[in-house]
């Protein structure tokens, strides 16, 4: 027979052997940007990397790094020129695009310092997602599509960009992702 003594022991250890396991989860996860219903991101151009996007001061020094993470509604991107990084087919580099999913809206014409979305001017501080992926001002080169929805629906929102040098002259084959 088992004495009380024992029984408690291994209930004991047996109870706590997950604490160190459930510790170490808590902490790697505070390193990652922790998105709640209505968190804002900020992208900056020229921003030391690497930020998490949770402030001017911590922005993300490229676009792409806000609308990869899972969960982003809100995203504002200050003034400067942004070029998709991220292909649809990796093959063909001019599939570069920067897609956006449902739910996610991306406010352009910031300075890098505002508090409030309506504190940005986009005619003052233009915002440029732009195209010309490799040799400056020659076309064949650039981007089919800048900008891409796939699947996407109204609630989607690009407010206060400018869009340029894509160029979709593609053979008609289409790519999803």
């Given at each position: 027979m088992f004495s009380s003594k024992i029984l408690e022991k291994k209930f004991f250890f047996r109870k706590y052997r997950l604490l160190p396991v459930i510790l170490l989860l808590l902490s790697l996860s505070s390193s990652l940007p922790a998105l709640s219903s209505g968190?804002?991101?900020?992208?900056?151009?020229?921003s030391p990397a690497p930020g998490d996007g949770m402030t001017w001061q911590t922005a993300f020094p490229d676009l792409q790094q806000a609308l990869d993470i899972p969960g982003t509604s809100e995203i504002r991107v200050s003034q400067g020129t942004?070029?998709?990084?991220?292909?649809?087919?990796?093959?063909?580099?001019?599939?570069?695009?920067?897609?956006?999913?449902?739910?996610?809206t991306l406010y352009g014409g910031f300075r890098g310092t505002e508090t409030f979305r309506n504190q940005r001017n986009w005619?003052?501080?233009?915002?440029?997602?732009?195209?010309?992926?490799?040799?400056?001002?020659?076309?064949?080169?650039?981007?089919?599509?800048?900008?891409?929805?796939?699947?996407?629906?109204e609630t989607v929102l690009l407010d206060g960009f400018v869009l340029t040098r894509g160029n979709a002259d593609g053979t008609g084959e289409l790519y999803r992702n």
């Open positions: 968190a804002v991101l900020y992208v900056k151009e020229n942004y070029k998709p990084s991220k292909t649809i087919h990796e093959a063909d580099p001019r599939t570069a695009t920067f897609s956006l999913r449902n739910g996610q005619k003052e501080y233009p915002t440029v997602l732009e195209g010309d992926l490799g040799i400056s001002g020659d076309i064949s080169d650039n981007c089919y599509h800048v900008v891409t929805l796939n699947g996407a629906n």
